[in-house]
């Protein structure tokens, strides 16, 4: 049975969107995210340390490609997948992926193996 990502972000991610209200409620905030980490299964990436930076989550993911459509653009060559590596499991999980000028969110078994051909972004 398929899951949705409101059903991922509540078993994996609640804290950080919680905050959400909190930070609102702050005033405005800016976030940095960098779709840096490459070279590393999913698990091994789950479980680094990037301080002060974090892995980021599918909604964080979601925010920096609205915010810089063209992020996975790349006329020479093809453009990696984003992971949404926080709410990954072990054997698969969900990514975002840009085919042209369509840009793709799907699921897919990663199985715990590395790939050039993926990154993942951490947030601070």
């Known amino acids: ?3 949705t990502l409101s059903s991922l972000i509540g078993k994996t991610g ?8 909190e930070i609102r409620a702050q005033g405005s905030s800016k976030g940095t ?9 999913i698990p091994e990436a789950q479980a680094k340390d990037f301080s002060p930076y974090r892995l980021s989550s ?4 979601a925010a920096a490609l ?3 459509p063209d992020l996975l653009r790349n006329t020479k060559s093809y453009s990696p997948l984003l992971w949404c590596a926080k709410e990954a499991t072990e ?11 369509i ?3 799907n699921r897919r078994a990663h199985l715990g193996l590395k790939s ?5 972004g951490v947030v601070k």
Do not use: H, M, N
């Open 33 to 41: 995210y960098f779709p840096t980490v490459k070279g590393l299964s």
């Open 14 to 21: 609640a804290r950080v969107y919680s905050e959400i209200p």
């Open 103 to 105: 840009l793709t969110f």
């Open 91 to 101: 054997t698969d999980g969900y990514y975002f992926e840009q085919y042209g000028d």
């Open 66 to 68: 609205v915010a810089k």
């Open 116 to 120: 050039d051909y993926w990154r993942a």
């Open 1 to 3: 049975e398929g899951q």
């Open 58 to 61: 599918a909604l964080e993911t």
